[in-house]
């Protein structure tokens, strides 16, 4: 099955609007919140959305002591982010019908 995308116009309509997961994907289960962040060219006028989850982030410390120096600096996850195409958008992602400032 050839998937279906978005014009530009329906894509960049979708940016700062928030979503939630209808399904469970890999890293993100349903329910999970998100919002649309940006838009992506495929093809000609095909157009994906790329949708940033609102997941706690992993934040990992670490802590040294060098000689008479002490080191301290922390590392953290990066967001989990997802392309969709129209049809998976359509099928995989709700709308919450509001935009994110």
Not at 21 to 50: H, M, N, Q
Not at 77 to 85: C, G, K, L, N, Q
Request: one cysteine or more.
């Amino acid at each position: 099955m050839k998937p279906v995308f978005f014009t530009e116009s329906e894509a960049r309509s979708h940016v700062r609007e928030r979503v939630e997961a209808r399904s469970d994907f890999p890293s993100v289960p349903v329910g999970t919140v998100g919002r649309v962040i940006s838009t992506r060219k495929v093809e000609s006028d095909s157009w994906v959305l790329c949708v940033e989850w609102s997941l706690p982030r992993r934040r990992t410390q670490y802590f040294a002591m060098v000689l008479n120096v002490s080191v301290n600096f922390q590392t953290q996850s990066h967001p989990i982010t997802d392309e969709f195409s129209k049809d998976e958008f359509e099928r995989l992602v709700g709308s919450l019908h509001g935009v994110e400032s």
